[in-house]
Antibody
Framework: QVQLVQSGSELKKPGASVKVSCKASGYIFTSSAINWVRQAPGQGLEWMGWINTNTGNPTYAQGFTGRFVFSLDTSVSTAYLEISSLKAEDTAVYYC????????WGQGTLVTVSS | EIVLTQSPGTLSLSPGERATLSCRASQSVSSSYFAWYQQKPGQAPRLLIYGASSRATGIPDRFSGSGSGTDFTLTISRLEPEDFAVYYCQQYGSSPRTFGQGTKVEIK
């Protein structure tokens, strides 16, 4: 069955970087886009952008340019989200999700930024 | 950017009742590229409806979606205990693919 498994929770200090992984299984990885969605504590869902798993071309929503980078390693069917220069307001659960109307989601990765 | 406004913010109902959730878009949504998701505490969202009215795989037929253009509705015909959750709408017809702010369906 289709599954997206994300890396575990992270605790980082302000200014550090973090890389979240999203490993896909149960389907052909390059056949479906991967979206990234942020959910701050107690808040709603915020679409961050997506990456074309065929071409590797990322598209970022406004507010997620510069410090946020989507990447792939198709050899291991894995997508990555890297956030640099972390700020306290980056504290959130980050989800990867397959396809435009996202029919499969990772379990979420909690990134906590605190000194 | 298309802004999605969900109403009501909270819906208090009893099991067995009908739930009607609304989502209004600030601009027309292209070709009904519209979805509804359910999210329970501590869980990832789950796709319920795509294409405005098509049920995702495994979704019970008590969930139905309707609408086009700027007005969309999710209806739960008879609430089951497991349906009490937060529901989000999303448009994916234009970038950015925005979500509504959510409607919480709580037990009355």
């Amino acid at each position: 069955q289709v599954q997206l498994v994300q890396s575990g929770s992270e605790l980082k200090k302000p200014g550090a970087s973090v890389k979240v992984s999203c490993k896909a299984s149960g389907y052909i990885f390059t056949s479906s886009a991967i979206n990234w969605v942020r959910q701050a504590p107690g808040q709603g869902l915020e679409w961050m952008g997506w990456i074309n798993t065929n071409t590797g071309n990322p598209t970022y929503a406004q507010g997620f340019t510069g410090r946020f980078v989507f990447s792939l390693d198709t050899s291991v069917s894995t997508a990555y989200l890297e956030i640099s220069s972390l700020k306290a307001e980056d504290t959130a659960v980050y989800y990867c999700a397959r396809r435009t109307a996202s029919d499969s989601w990772g379990q979420g990765t909690l990134v906590t930024v605190s000194s | 950017e298309i802004v999605l406004t969900q109403s009501p913010g909270t819906l208090s109902l009893s099991p067995g009742e009908r739930a009607t959730l609304s989502c209004r878009a600030s601009q027309s949504v292209s070709s009904s590229y519209f979805a509804w998701y359910q999210q329970k505490p501590g869980q990832a969202p789950r796709l319920l409806i795509y294409g405005a009215s098509s049920r995702a795989t495994g979704i019970p037929d008590r969930f139905s979606g309707s609408g086009s253009g700027t007005d969309f509705t999710l209806t739960i015909s008879r609430l089951e205990p497991e349906d009490f959750a937060v529901y989000y709408c999303q448009q994916y017809g234009s970038s950015p693919r925005t979500f509504g702010q959510g409607t919480k369906v709580e037990i009355k």
